[in-house]
C-alpha cells in the first residue's frame, strides 16, 4: 500500500486503522510505505507499528517537495510487496472493496484503476474541473477510462514492467501506463467514495494551473506514446 500523510483533510490515521482491520481479518501482513511529501510529521507524530497490527510501515520523508505524483512514484520505488496499491487517505471507506479488486487480476489482467462512482467530497468548481479534465485526456491520448484522477491503482510487478517509460520521455508516467497495459488494465467502479472534509484548498487559478499542466503532460504523454509505438515497429 502506497500513500501520502494527507495533511489537509488528516485521514491517514483512518487509513491505518481500515488497512489494519483488513489485515487481520485476512490473518495477513500489508506492507505499508507512507509518503510524508509536506512534511506533515515535522509538526504531529509519526505512526508507529504497535498502533497498527497486520501492518509494517515504511515512512518515507522526501528531501525536495515535489507534488503527490512524484512522492507516490517515490513510494512505489521502495515498495517490496508483489502487489502494489496506491490510494489516498480520505478513500479509506474503500479499503474494504480492495479483495474484490485483486479477484480482477489474472494471466491477461495486471492491473486494476478504481474509479470513483461519485464525487460528493468535493465542489461543484472541481466537479466541473475533474469532469473537463478527463474528456481533455481522452481526447488527447485516446485513453477510456473514467476518473482518471482517483488515486487508486492496484499494480502487479509484471503490469509495472509493461507500464516503464522510455528513458528521457516527459510524459504523464499514470496515463503513458495505463495507455502502456491496454487490455491488460482492467476498471473496477468504487462503490465508496471518499470522505466529506474541509472546504477545498484549490482556488480557480490553482486548478486552471493543474488542468495546464494536464494539458501539457497529455500531448507529451501522447508523443511517447508515438515514440513507443515506433521503438517497437518491426
Known amino acids: 500500500m502506497i500513500t501520502t500523510t494527507d495533511p489537509v483533510a488528516n485521514q491517514l490515521p483512518q487509513l491505518l486503522l481500515s488497512l489494519s482491520k483488513l489485515a487481520c481479518q485476512q490473518d495477513a501482513t500489508y506492507e505499508v510505505v507512507v509518503v510524508d511529501d509536506l512534511g506533515f510529521w515535522q509538526t504531529f507524530p509519526e505512526p508507529t507499528a504497535a498502533q497498527y497490527p497486520g501492518l509494517a510501515l515504511s515512512l518515507l520523508t522526501p528531501t525536495a517537495w515535489r507534488g503527490q505524483q512524484a512522492a507516490i512514484l517515490l513510494g512505489i520505488q521502495q515498495a517490496k510487496a508483489p502487489l ?9 471507506p474503500c479499503v474494504a ?22 464525487r460528493d467530497d ?3 468548481l472541481r466537479r466541473i474541473g475533474s469532469h473537463m479534465a478527463n474528456v481533455m ?24 514492467e509493461e507500464m516503464r517509460m522510455p528513458a528521457g520521455a516527459a510524459a504523464n508516467p499514470k496515463i503513458f ?34 488542468f495546464a499542466e494536464l494539458l501539457i503532460s497529455s500531448l507529451k504523454t501522447r508523443l511517447a506514446m508515438q515514440r513507443r509505438k515506433e521503438d517497437l515497429a518491426p
Open 97 to 118: 472493496e480492495i479483495p474484490k479488486m485483486i479477484s480482477l487480476l489474472s494471466n491477461k489482467v495486471w492491473a486494476v484503476h478504481g474509479a470513483r462512482s461519485q
Open 84 to 92: 502494489i496499491l496506491t490510494i489516498d487517505p480520505d478513500l479509506h
Open 137 to 160: 485526456v481522452q481526447m488527447i491520448t485516446g485513453l477510456k477510462v473514467k476518473d482518471m484522477g482517483s488515486p487508486v491503482t492496484l499494480l502487479t510487478r509484471r503490469a509495472l
Open 122 to 124: 468535493i465542489g461543484l
Open 177 to 210: 501506463g495505463y495507455i502502456a497495459l491496454g487490455p491488460a488494465l482492467a476498471v473496477y467502479t468504487l462503490t465508496q467514495g471518499s470522505v466529506r472534509h474541509a472546504p477545498s484548498q484549490y482556488s480557480l487559478i490553482s486548478l486552471t494551473l493543474l
